[in-house]
């Protein structure tokens, strides 16, 4: 959401909430006709200032601590008390409503949530007798189900400040949002040369670079066939995987071609079904790329297969490109591994094996740093994991992550990309950024 849009729907969402409770208790319960239920928390507060049990107030059936929190209203004139506490309520009931808004993106479908949902719970309060307490609990549950990744969100990218991982990330770090876009357009990240982020938008088919300064896109490719992931090998060639309809591995960089299409008995690509997820390019002019299996695809084009009992998503070539690490397990299914193989002079694949067990998700997006570390998106998370294989701590997010790059002045802030649905089931992606102590690895692009 821009600035343009963000400030009508923050002002409408809490002029709702204001209208919403002028019009159920000002209105309806007539505070200056001494008809509203605080008269009743006023009696009781009363009776606690005598020295009294609340509770000889006839009709007063609340808990005795509201009785005894009220004892200062109580010294004050019915009116005078009436007016304040009537303030204080709908203020609480508005900065409710605004703080719910804003942990949902503040977008436009949350205002209408709020909207639809607090006055069914007016309706509610005086059909069912929820009250206030019921009508915004009624808020909460429906929200948390048309939209169940933000309470997540609140819980961990708001309230729980990150641990330190020596060498990795300081102490009460936090991910940052720093742009939104609808649809399936945000995959594959990776830094150029000025540390700006390269995204490859599927449903636009094209990449946009994002300024690490102003977090302005602007497009630099396009016509990419529903490009989904990009890299950049030592050289600087830009290459791309195109998700659609004859799906393909395509060099945009320095000269836009296509690198391989084809399995080597003629077959397209599409044969091996479903879909071309990620890829990594070598210094050769090859890459390699994840398509259920892990692939190579020569520098002249000669797709060749790798691995056995292998499911793929996010591959990486470590920094001096001896080994080739891979993802392997159903994204978030269950706990997956991290599968690594020896790279041959020649770009083959030897010596498979299990480099680290994950303790979340089966991985998604994979990146390295300056020190050889491995990245590893894994549902709300992002693993650590040492050259060595060790798990050296996770780096919780804000929801589910799939692809991960380090970006920014001096590669030393980690991007994330976010796809998450509204509840219009329409597309957004968003990218997050959290500072790293960490750099990125400098020679080449990811």
């Known amino acids: ?133 019921g009508c915004l609990l009624t808020l909460l549950i429906t929200v948390a189900y048309t939209k169940p990744g933000w309470l997540r969100s609140w819980s961990i990218g ?3 400040a990150i641990k330190a991982i020596p060498g990795v990330i300081a102490d009460g770090q936090k991910w940052t949002k720093v742009w939104e876009v609808s649809g399936n357009n945000a995959d594959g990240i990776l830094a150029d040369k000025d540390g700006n982020l390269l995204i490859a938008q599927n449903h636009n088919s094209a990449v946009v670079k994002l300024d690490y300064k102003t977090n302005q896109p602007t497009t630099v490719y396009k016509d990419t066939h529903t490009g989904g992931a990009l890299s950049m090998n030592k050289k600087g060639e830009l290459f791309i995987v195109e998700r659609g309809l004859h799906s393909n591995v395509t060099k945009l960089a320095p000269k836009r071609e296509v690198l391989a ?30 398509m259920g299996g892990v692939f190579y695809a020569s520098p002249k084009g000669i797709v060749t297969r790798y691995g056995d009992g292998l499911q793929t998503n996010g591959v990486i070539l470590s920094a001096d490109e001896k080994t080739l690490y891979v993802t392997n397990g159903a994204f978030g299914g269950p ?60 780096i919780p997010a804000p929801y589910g992550l799939i692809s991960a790059a380090f970006a920014g002045k001096d590669k030393k802030t980690m991007y994330a990309v976010v796809s998450l649905s509204d509840p219009t089931r329409l597309q957004h992606a968003f990218v997050y950024a959290i500072p790293m102590v960490a750099q990125g690895y400098k020679g080449r692009a990811k």
């Open 1 to 133: 959401m821009n600035r343009r849009q963000w400030r009508p729907a923050k002002f409408l969402t809490a002029a709702f909430c204001v209208a919403w409770y002028v019009s159920k208790t000002l209105v309806e319960q007539r505070p200056w006709a001494n008809q509203s239920d605080f008269s009743w928390y006023y009696m009781a507060a009363q009776q606690v200032v005598r020295g009294k049990s609340p509770f000889g107030v006839g009709g007063y059936l609340y808990p005795p601590l509201l009785a005894f929190l009220l004892t200062p209203l109580a010294l004050l004139p019915y009116a005078a008390a009436q007016w304040i506490w009537h303030i204080v309520s709908s203020g609480s009931l508005t900065v409710a409503g605004y703080l719910i808004w804003r942990y949902l993106e503040g977008g436009w479908s949350t205002f209408l949530i709020v909207a639809v949902v607090w006055a069914f719970g007016g309706a509610a309060e005086d059909s069912l007798g929820l009250g206030q307490v």
């Open 335 to 394: 706990a997956g591994t991290i599968a690594a193989f020896d790279v041959q002079a020649d770009g083959s694949l030897t010596n498979q094996r299990e480099f680290v067990r994950l303790p979340s998700g089966g991985g998604d997006g994979l990146t390295i740093d300056n020190d050889n570390r491995l990245y590893v998106t894994a549902g709300p998370n992002l693993h650590v994991v040492s050259p060595d294989g060790k798990l050296l701590g996770s």
């Open 158 to 160: 708001s309230g729980m």
């Open 261 to 290: 299409d084809k399995l080597p008995n003629g077959d397209p690509l599409d044969c091996l079904r479903g879909v071309i997820n990620d890829l990594t390019a070598d210094s050769k002019g090859g890459a390699y790329f994840t």
